[in-house]
């Protein structure tokens, strides 16, 4: 027969939602520690097409911490955030959905881009997160990374 507590907790969706909000909650403020730290040290983040990455260098798979920071590393040498709100959160079990609005401009064009995200979160029984899947339009994102003198040229 099984021992008392031999059998690992499942996470549950009121926990896996507050990990998930105070994880955004650390991107808002710009908290490296509250960012990195409920990342499962294998986390998978698919952010995005591997296409749009010779455009936009932050865009597609990233697997791990360490290249997550590559990965947010890309993201702040190209574009600068200036509005960023977490709109809601919404968990069942090890599962959550943030819906996010960001706004950023691209630091080569200056041109300024509006996203709504929807990030879809798959945490571990630890209450680390292990994937994150970024949906999204990558339009208005590729329009701020393309020079004007760019879309001219190609309209032609």
Same mark, same amino acid.
């Given at each position: 027969? %099984?021992?008392?507590?031999?059998?690992?907790?499942?996470?549950?969706?009121?926990?896996?939602?507050?990990?998930?909000?105070?994880?955004?909650?650390?991107?808002?403020?710009?908290?490296?520690?509250?960012?990195?730290?409920?990342?499962?040290?294998?986390?998978?983040?698919?952010?995005?097409?591997?296409?749009?990455?010779?455009?936009?260098?932050?865009?597609?798979?990233?697997?791990?911490?360490?290249?997550?920071?590559?990965?947010?590393?890309?993201?702040?040498?190209?574009?600068?955030?200036?509005?960023?709100?977490?709109?809601?959160?919404?968990?069942?079990?090890?599962?959550?959905?943030?819906?996010?609005?960001?706004?950023?401009?691209?630091?080569?064009?200056?041109?300024?881009?509006?996203?709504?995200?929807?990030?879809?979160?798959?945490?571990? %029984?630890?209450?680390?997160?292990?994937?994150?899947?970024?949906?999204?339009?990558?339009?208005?994102?590729?329009?701020?990374?393309?020079? %004007?003198?760019?879309?001219?040229?190609?309209?032609?």
């Amino acid at each position: 027969s %099984d021992m008392l507590g031999s059998k690992p907790r499942e996470l549950d969706s009121e926990t896996a939602k507050t990990i998930v909000t105070n994880w955004y909650n650390a991107m808002g403020r710009f908290d490296i520690g509250g960012i990195f730290g409920p990342l499962d040290e294998n986390v998978e983040f698919l952010i995005g097409s591997e296409k749009y990455r010779p455009v936009i260098p932050y865009l597609g798979a990233w697997h791990g911490r360490d290249a997550f920071g590559e990965g947010s590393k890309a993201r702040n040498d190209t574009s600068q955030i200036t509005g960023f709100k977490l709109r809601d959160v919404v968990a069942q079990g090890k599962h959550a959905a943030a819906w996010i609005y960001s706004k950023s401009t691209c630091l080569a064009t200056g041109k300024e881009c509006e996203l709504e995200i929807v990030q879809w979160i798959e945490l571990n %029984d630890e209450g680390k997160i292990t994937k994150v899947t970024a949906i999204f339009d990558p339009i208005p994102e590729l329009q701020a990374f393309t020079p %004007d003198n760019f879309i001219a040229w190609f309209a032609n």
